[in-house]
């Protein structure tokens, strides 16, 4: 809706602002089908107020007037690492995709995974899935000006720079090619994710260590981790701790903090966009060598939520945060 009326309107959305819904209706009959919007409001007494989150879902329900053919020719790309497990893939990937099509509508939004063993994986199966480089030069091809690409990945490391060099080599084709960042870049990213997250922390008694499983790279962004730790517990949550599969902290230094801690329940989540293989076999897996087993082996009360954070809706709107940021950017 931003990137749709001019900028001195889009000053009254702010978070917390409160408009007449005499005056939402107004504005939104300038840019929506008038029949649509007396629709939504009939319910409503003009002189009630509209938080901007209930304006939001107002605007989810209706359609926007058709604009100019020129404005279609801007593309989104969504990037993740990508998945081999359908059934969590429709979870968590294709769910930020419906977010980033309901959102942003005068957008083309296509789909890539970087990880190359995925996509041959696929294609063993009889589906084609798209690199960052194929699917630019696709993009090319059908005549886009304009594109987006929003990485899905949760830090700034090897992948997310792969696709910064990747879209270089094409940045002198497209009119704008702009790039917009991971889920952990900002230190207000931190803080969001914590929140997240908040529920699942207040729910589970202090008794219970709560274990987030992250990836972990040999890349020096593998910081953000100990960066995510700190940030867990400046907002008080000190029962919850922060290890990886191949980076620091290693689950050997998680179980030393728990053990001396004292703790005899875990339970321990993916810090993942998708609850795949890591997921349920490294953390949750019957093998001796899961995460689960070996605490289980020392007696502790596991329990393994196998949830991608892109299940989680307050994830997925710091990813669209992110793309907002971009499109703003490439005005």
């Not at 003009?46 to 926007?64: G, R």
């Not at 509508?105 to 970087?114: C, D, E, L, P, S």
């Not at 082996?297 to 793309?323: D, F, Q, S």
Request: glycine share 6%.
């Amino acid at each position: 809706f931003n990137q749709m009326i001019p900028a001195d309107d889009v000053r009254l959305f702010e978070p917390e602002k409160e408009l007449s819904i005499g005056d939402v209706k107004q504005y939104l009959e300038q840019y929506f089908e008038p029949v649509e919007v007396e629709a939504v409001f009939e319910d409503f007494n003009h002189n009630s107020q509209v938080t901007e989150v209930e304006f939001m879902n107002l605007l989810n329900a209706i359609t926007p007037i058709e604009k100019e053919d020129e404005d279609m020719n801007k593309a989104m790309l969504i990037v993740s690492f990508g998945t081999s497990h359908q059934d969590a893939r429709e979870k968590t990937i294709e769910m930020v995709v419906k977010d980033a099509k309901n959102t942003f509508k005068n957008f083309h939004v296509k789909t890539a995974f970087t990880s190359s063993i995925i996509r041959n994986i696929l294609k063993k199966r009889g589906e084609s899935v798209k690199s960052v480089q194929e699917a630019l030069s696709d993009l090319s091809k059908e005549g886009y000006e304009e594109v987006l690409i929003q990485p899905l990945h949760v830090i700034c490391g090897e992948e997310f720079h792969q696709i910064l060099a990747d879209a270089q080599t094409w940045k002198t084709t497209f009119q704008k090619l702009e790039v917009g960042t991971p889920l952990l870049t900002s230190v207000a990213d931190y803080h969001d994710v914590v929140k997240a997250f908040e529920n699942e922390f207040n729910a589970t008694d202090q008794d219970t260590a709560v274990v987030f499983m992250g990836h972990g790279t040999e890349h020096p962004a593998n910081s953000s981790y100990a960066c995510l730790q700190s940030i867990v517990e400046k907002n008080g949550y000190h029962h919850v701790f922060v290890g990886t599969v191949e980076g620091y902290p290693e689950f050997e230094d998680v179980l030393a903090t728990i053990e001396s801690a004292g703790y005899q329940k875990v339970k321990l989540i993916p810090l993942m966009l998708v609850a795949g293989d890591h997921a349920k076999n490294d953390m949750a897996g019957d093998e001796p060598d899961s995460w689960k087993s070996i605490l289980e082996e020392k007696g502790y009360t596991v329990e393994c939520v196998l949830k991608g954070m892109g299940e989680n809706p307050a994830i997925r709107n710091i990813y669209i945060e992110h793309i907002w940021e971009l499109v703003n950017e490439a005005k």
